[in-house]
């Protein structure tokens, strides 16, 4: 591969709660690919967190039992659709880096806001999908995007965005993003989120969690 990558997570509770109704994981994929994955529970606290635990542990062992990504979210919708009689909903969130070619597929269903931060801009990438388990068959949003040595792609969950003034979450978070001169993924996760808390006088509304995957040339 002529690629690798980095990733580092910031991430706190509703009410700074130690539970969390956000869950991620990182992962090797076949083919030289690498795969970041976070979803959003409904709601917060435990049962959130049992929600989102099972969406990933579930697309965790599907991916690795070889089923495409969009193919393994419809099963795992599937699951948590039937035989049930109230909704749980979650959200999934995944970045699928190629280590050969440095290409990115963003994929999402229900997800929050993902932005690709280049050397000297910011894009950003949103979805109208609806979270998983909610209905029997779901649109799955995807883009794919080229990287290049030192870009970042940062995720986040409901809970950051919605810290922001409503009519300026886009805008503020580009702004956020670009503040941190850092070549460290953790560093600029845990300066994002710093940075979110400061527009919120009180404690955390939601859980909230910023997921930064760094691609670099070998």
Not at 115 to 133: A, M, N, Q, Y
Not at 170 to 197: C, F, Q, W
Request: glycine letters at 10%.
């Amino acid at each position: 591969p002529a690629f690798y990558t980095m990733q580092g997570t910031a991430r706190i509770g509703k009410g700074c709660s130690s539970i969390s109704g956000d869950n991620y994981t990182m992962m090797d994929m076949p083919g030289g690919r690498q795969g970041v994955a976070l979803s959003d529970g409904m709601g917060s606290g435990e049962e959130a967190c049992r929600e989102s635990t099972l969406v990933i542990e579930l697309l965790e062992e599907l991916l690795e039992a070889g089923f495409p990504e969009k193919t393994a979210i419809q099963m795992i919708n599937t699951t948590l659709v039937m035989g049930r009689e109230e909704i749980h909903y979650s959200t999934v969130d995944m970045t699928v880096f190629d280590l050969y070619t440095g290409e990115c597929e963003i994929i999402k269903a229900g997800a929050s806001s993902t932005f690709i931060r280049k050397k000297d801009s910011v894009e950003h990438l949103s979805s109208t999908s609806l979270p998983i388990g909610v209905m029997n068959s779901i649109e799955i949003d995807s883009v794919k995007r080229q990287l290049e040595d030192g870009d970042f792609v940062i995720m986040v969950t409901d809970g950051v965005m919605d810290a922001l003034p409503a009519a300026h979450q886009e805008s503020l978070m580009k702004d956020i993003i670009m503040e941190h001169d850092t070549g460290n993924p953790a560093e600029l996760a845990s300066y994002i989120l710093g940075r979110v808390r400061q527009y919120r006088e009180k404690e955390p509304s939601d859980d909230m969690t910023v997921l930064v995957g760094q691609i670099w040339e070998k």
